[in-house]
């Protein structure tokens, strides 16, 4: 990641063409205020998650339960624990590449509709039970065919996990492989299951050598039909990722998005700071970000937490959401997310309750459904607790 906006992190002044840091957008690195949320009640609080990947937080031990019951003979080990530990130092690679691998088991067991459904309850499960109230979960059907499943067959199973589960709102994705060629057929799957359950669409997959318009078909499609989709970019490949997947493509939102800060330049003496154009158009835009800050160190599109631009584009005012990613990989939950960005960036409740607020307006649910959770849920729980 370049150094050239490191000074920011510090709290710096901001320069033309951008507001100024601190204050609205967040305490400054190094201060400590007073009501700084600790863990226990960041997990109290509601949330809401939009980057999630279903077949990337299997529970472990329902990991090595599938691989027995249906004959899967790859993993590294049955011992659930030492199973996880496995795939979290998998994780801590330094290449998305070399990330990536470690699915080949979660998606390995996951190939029918028993396996699918129980899955994504368990999900809905563990999101519920981490506080989170509405989330958007992502999965490519396409991987799940491998034992005679159907594409239909695919999201109707994982749909029935999803619903079988009160007390959480979950949106389905439904996700393209980047590298492979089948993104209008799952445009087209994610149309025709859009008002049962799937919300929007995706593409993801290795970023280096397979740009989103290479599947440009697949988003004017659902540009016609008024639907939404999101896009990976920006996470391991730069600028000209996110140029692509916003100017050309028509997305909604970026998945990651982290390599927006290359377009970020901060003076290393005065601290002034310039957004380039395709910055300044994010901002402007208001163009959602969906930021996973484990999962972007362990990929090394960050250093550290502490070095993650979530915390400058936060004070930015770009709208930033904060996200898992992959919870059974980087061993994180939403909770754990919040708080190692809480301690890193000094967020306060207001920076949590507006992090939230720009995740609810910016989630692919219908509008009514946003109000109802924005006014109902989330903006009573921090009147009444945040303050307090």
């Known amino acids: 990641m370049p150094r050239r906006w490191q000074a920011l992190r510090r709290g710096t002044a901001v320069g033309a063409g951008t507001a100024k840091g601190g204050g609205h957008g967040g305490a400054s690195v190094g201060a400590v205020p007073s009501d700084l949320p600790t863990p226990a009640e960041i997990l109290?609080?509601?949330?809401?998650?939009?980057?999630?990947?279903?077949?990337?937080?299997?529970?472990?031990?329902?990991?090595v339960d599938l691989a027995r019951l249906h004959g899967y003979a790859e993993l590294p080990t049955t011992d659930p624990e030492i199973l996880a530990q496995?795939?979290?130092?998998q994780a801590w690679s330094?290449?998305?590449?070399?990330?990536?691998?470690?699915?080949?088991?979660?998606?390995?067991v996951m190939q029918t509709a028993d396996a699918l459904e129980r899955v994504a309850a368990e999900c809905a499960e563990d999101l519920r039970a981490d506080g989170v109230v509405l989330a958007e979960v992502r999965f490519a059907p396409e991987l799940h065919t491998e034992q005679g499943l159907e594409l239909d067959d695919v999201v109707a199973a994982v749909l029935r996990g999803f619903a079988a589960v009160g007390g959480i709102r979950v949106g389905t994705l439904v996700t393209a492989m980047r590298h492979a060629a089948r993104s209008v057929e799952i445009a087209e799957l994610a149309l025709r299951w859009r008002d049962r359950g799937v919300v929007g669409?995706?593409?993801?997959?290795?970023?280096?050598?397979?740009?989103?318009?290479?599947?440009?078909?697949a988003f004017q499609l659902l540009h016609r039909e008024n639907a939404?989709?999101?896009?990976h970019a920006g996470e391991a490949f730069g600028l000209p990722s996110i140029w692509e997947a916003l100017q050309w493509c028509g997305a909604d939102r970026l998945g990651h998005g982290v390599r927006i800060v290359d377009d970020v330049t901060a003076d290393p003496v005065t601290g002034e700071v310039r957004l380039g154009r395709l910055a300044a158009y994010v901002r402007d835009t208001r163009v959602p970000l969906e930021m996973c800050p484990t999962s972007n160190v362990q990929t090394g599109a960050a250093a550290s937490i502490?070095?993650?631009?979530?915390?400058?584009?936060?004070?930015?005012?770009?709208?930033?959401t904060v996200n898992t990613d992959n919870r059974l990989m980087s061993g994180?939950?939403?909770?754990?997310?919040?708080?190692?960005?809480?301690?890193?960036?000094?967020?306060?409740?207001?920076?949590?309750?507006?992090?939230?607020?720009?995740?609810v307006k910016s989630t692919f649910c219908d509008f009514e459904e946003r109000v109802r959770i924005m006014n109902d849920v989330i903006k009573p729980w921090y009147a009444d607790h945040a303050a307090a």
């Open 44 to 63: 109290a609080a509601p949330k809401v998650l939009l980057h999630d990947h279903l077949d990337g937080g299997v529970r472990p031990e329902t990991v």
């Open 86 to 89: 496995w795939f979290t130092e």
């Open 94 to 108: 330094g290449s998305l590449e070399r990330y990536l691998e470690p699915f080949s088991h979660t998606v390995g």
């Open 201 to 217: 669409f995706d593409i993801a997959g290795a970023e280096a050598g397979h740009p989103p318009t290479r599947h440009l078909d």
């Open 228 to 231: 939404h989709f999101t896009i």
């Open 306 to 320: 502490a070095e993650h631009p979530v915390g400058l584009l936060r004070r930015l005012r770009f709208r930033v």
């Open 332 to 359: 994180v939950s939403l909770s754990s997310e919040f708080a190692a960005c809480a301690q890193a960036f000094a967020w306060t409740w207001e920076d949590l309750r507006r992090l939230t607020l720009n995740a």
